[in-house]
């Protein structure tokens, strides 16, 4: 079975209380994903979102049972059985900022970055297209994990959270907004999860950061980093840059959609080709894949960190858990599809079609046939297969077939250098040694 992670993010505002969590997971594992990832559970400050912890070691009201004497046995207990159903569980872990009335404000004013005037200083972000656009939390208090004059306290605070919640049963952690925090403290972090549990992994969330920010996670030793990928349309090289840049950092996770973006299947207007096109290309362009809940059942609605609720979910979407399976699977049939490798434009980026090829020093190369036109079939000749692969025997997986709707596989064909492929409307195929 594959090692690599592929995830399946379990948003609790949609999901609901801890015990309808389990319906989730158990679809999360059917469909084949090895990881549940699952936003913060911390009990909430005012505007009740997510990432605004009032208190790290109580939990959210919402997701606790109304029955429930002792929510964090709940919690473990829960956590238990997502293990039982053959999955690792992931929390996110922010250490960037609290919420703006946590008592750690009080408790410990040296801990928070303040501006001129003696007030707390609130996180942004900027936008790294347009540094014009910068998004400040208002609701959030920003540590100052580089500077406080108590740092020590600080970061053993942060080291204890990591302890506990480890104990707890979690098996890895989403670092939310890694470039903020000091490499070092990354570095603390990981070192006493790993003395508590040596396989427990450390995912850097970067998204929104600029590319100088992602360089200076380089020390930080980090499992993974999420990549661009979703924003890559095949015109221009830039992901394939990025991706040959990051790597020498950490391996990464690709993702189609996350609870920070709109849902794409409302981007597309509901274009069921793309919503498979671009899942595709994240579980095969880096080593792992996120998929949040809902994008099985093609959802439109974006996850909101403050007002989703399970009275969200929706009934009347197409169904693509089979497709998604299928996809799943094939991280244990293609071995090259669930390591970073080194990716190659192997086609004029220009045309209507791209073929791109996946290289690993220890592994043989995968192909990807590309269809850009989200409307039209096109079709492209193979050629430099033989050079590609060595003069041996390929097959081709077209994941996009009829039969994967009734059987959650795909069964490979023999394919020869020189053959006519006809690709559907934003279709992906994947060819790799036989």
Same mark, same amino acid.
């Given at each position: 079975m594959t090692s690599s992670p592929i995830i399946y993010s379990l948003f609790p505002r949609l999901a609901g209380a801890m015990p309808e969590w389990l319906d989730h997971s158990a679809r999360a594992a059917e469909m084949g994903f090895n #990881?549940?990832?699952?936003?913060?559970?911390?009990?909430?400050?005012f505007s009740g979102s997510l990432y605004a912890v009032k208190d790290f070691y109580k939990l959210n009201p919402l997701f606790v049972p109304e029955s429930c004497a002792d929510p964090m046995e709940e919690l473990r207990r829960t956590i238990a059985a997502m293990h039982d159903q053959g999955l690792l569980v992931m929390m996110d872990l922010v250490v960037n900022h609290t919420a703006k009335d946590s008592p750690l404000i009080k408790e410990h004013p040296s801990w928070f970055r303040k501006d001129a005037d003696g007030y707390v200083v609130s996180p942004s972000a900027i936008d790294p297209a347009d540094s014009r656009k910068v998004t400040v939390w208002g609701d959030l208090a920003e540590i100052d994990n580089a500077n406080s004059r108590e740092?020590?306290?600080?970061?053993?605070?942060?080291?204890?959270?990591?302890?506990?919640y480890l104990e707890l049963g979690f098996d890895g952690f989403r670092c939310d907004a890694a470039y903020k925090v000091p490499s070092q403290l990354w570095q603390l972090l990981i070192s006493a999860g790993r003395k508590r549990n040596s396989e427990v992994l @450390?995912?850097?969330?970067?998204?929104?950061? !600029?590319?100088?920010?992602?360089?200076?996670?380089?020390?930080?030793?980090?499992?993974?980093? *999420?990549?661009?990928?979703?924003?890559?349309? @095949?015109?221009?090289? #830039?992901?394939?840059?990025?991706?040959a840049e990051f790597s020498e950092i950490a391996p990464s996770v690709s993702f189609p959609e996350t609870h920070d973006t709109h849902r794409l299947f409302r981007d597309t207007?509901?274009?069921?080709? +793309?919503?498979?096109?671009?899942?595709?290309?994240?579980?095969?362009f880096a080593s792992g894949v996120l998929?949040?809940?809902?994008?099985?059942?093609? @959802?439109?609605?974006? $996850?909101?960190?403050?007002?989703?609720?399970?009275?969200?979910?929706?009934?009347?979407?197409?169904?693509?858990?089979?497709?998604?399976?299928?996809?799943?699977? $094939?991280?244990?049939?293609?071995?090259? $599809?669930?390591?970073e490798g080194r990716w190659e434009v192997e086609t004029d980026l220009d045309s209507p079609t791209t073929v791109l090829c996946k290289r690993d020093r220890e592994r043989s190369p995968l192909l990807l046939l590309v269809n850009k036109d989200w409307h039209a079939k096109q079709?492209?000749? $193979?050629h430099g297969l033989d050079r590609i692969f060595g003069g041996k025997a390929c097959q081709?997986?077209?994941? *996009?077939?009829? !039969?994967?709707?009734?059987?959650?596989? +795909?069964?490979?064909?023999?394919?020869?250098?020189?053959?006519?492929?006809?690709?559907?409307?934003?279709?992906?195929?994947?060819?790799?040694?036989?």
């Open positions: #990881w549940i990832h699952i936003n913060p559970v911390h009990y909430p400050g740092r020590q306290e600080l970061w053993a605070y942060w080291t204890a959270l990591v302890q506990y @450390f995912v850097a969330e970067t998204l929104g950061c !600029r590319l100088a920010e992602v360089r200076g996670l380089r020390a930080a030793g980090f499992d993974y980093l *999420f990549n661009s990928s979703k924003w890559w349309n @095949f015109d221009e090289r #830039w992901a394939i840059e990025q991706h207007e509901g274009a069921v080709q +793309v919503q498979k096109q671009r899942y595709v290309l994240a579980a095969a998929m949040p809940i809902g994008y099985e059942h093609c @959802f439109k609605k974006k $996850l909101d960190v403050v007002e989703s609720s399970p009275s969200d979910w929706e009934d009347h979407g197409p169904d693509i858990s089979p497709f998604i399976k299928a996809v799943n699977s $094939l991280f244990d049939q293609i071995e090259t $599809l669930g390591v079709t492209l000749r $193979l081709i997986y077209r994941v *996009f077939g009829d !039969r994967i709707e009734s059987t959650g596989a +795909v069964a490979p064909q023999p394919i020869s250098c020189g053959e006519e492929v006809a690709l559907g409307p934003a279709e992906i195929s994947i060819i790799s040694i036989a």
